[in-house]
Nanobody
Framework: QVQLVESGGGLVQAGGSLRLSCAAS????????MGWFRQAPGKEREFVAT????????YYADSVKGRFTISRDNAKNTVYLQMNSLKPEDTAVYYC?????????????????WGQGTQVTVSS
């Protein structure tokens, strides 16, 4: 069992930056592939970024590639999402998720545990 708690969301102007954190409690954090997803009002939840068990492999949605960076600190049981050059279309609730399969994936249904989400609002 893994509990995930996101933090770091807020209101920022277009072009600004935010760093989201997701702290995991429970055991064996390093055995989970971690991902970030987002959901805007009236839209389906969409993949943002994912990172492998060791952090050596990452994968991004095309919409955030080159602007967002996912990283993890297994000693601190935490995964991060650094978001730069933010755009109004990045406005959404951001969720972190943990996948116990150890296979990097962009599919929300493959993830076993989810946080409660943190709101990111980008003003124009």
């Amino acid at each position: 069992q893994v509990q995930l708690v996101e933090s770091g969301g807020g209101l920022v102007q277009a072009g600004g930056s935010l760093r989201l954190s997701c702290a995991a409690s429970g055991r064996n954090f390093r055995r989970y592939v971690m991902g970030w997803f987002r959901q805007a009002p009236g839209k389906e939840r969409e993949f943002v970024a994912t990172i492998s068990l060791s952090g050596g492999r990452t994968y991004y949605a095309d919409s955030v590639k080159g602007r967002f960076t996912i990283s993890r600190d297994n000693a601190k049981n935490t995964v991060y999402l650094q978001m730069n050059s933010l755009k109004p279309e990045d406005t959404a609730v951001y969720y972190c998720a943990a996948d116990s399969s150890s296979v990097i994936t962009t599919t929300p249904q493959e993830y076993d545990y989810w946080g409660q989400g943190t709101q990111v609002t980008v003003s124009s």
